[in-house]
């Protein structure tokens, strides 16, 4: 069974920085692409950074751009998410996503095309 367990959400200051953590323990990582997605109440979980299989291309949506950095460390079975100079808008649930397949990372940021999710993790910027 696929498991995906989120980390490393929390309250931070609107500017400050954090790190999100995903362990996909059950997966052999390097042939899954990966994707961090957020959602608030009300609005469709939006993706926001995604890799494709083996890490060879990353897609960042405009919004985050130049202040989240998705890194992934397939020996270690792990995706992480840096999230600098935070505003209060990035505030929602976060939740990683994978799936198996050898499309574009833009393509995996589409909730859609991943069939395997984590249970989230609160992020809130506000002070």
């Known amino acids: 069974q696929v498991q995906l367990v989120e980390s490393g959400g929390g309250l931070v200051q609107p500017g400050g920085t954090l790190r999100l953590s995903c362990s996909a323990s059950s997966l052999n990582l390097h042939h899954y692409a990966v994707g961090w997605f957020r959602q608030v109440p009300g609005k469709e979980r939006e993706g926001v950074s995604c890799s494709n299989s083996g890490g060879y291309g990353t897609y960042y949506a405009d919004s985050v751009k130049g202040r989240f950095t998705l890194s992934r460390d397939d020996a270690k079975k792990t995706v992480y998410l840096q999230i600098a100079s935070l505003k209060p808008e990035d505030t929602g649930v976060y939740y990683c996503?994978?799936?198996?397949?050898?499309?574009?990372?833009?393509?995996?940021?589409?909730?859609?095309?991943?069939?395997?999710w984590g249970q989230g993790t609160q992020v809130t910027a506000s002070s």
């Open positions: 996503a994978a799936d198996a397949g050898r499309f574009s990372a833009d393509y995996y940021c589409n909730s859609r095309n991943l069939g395997y």
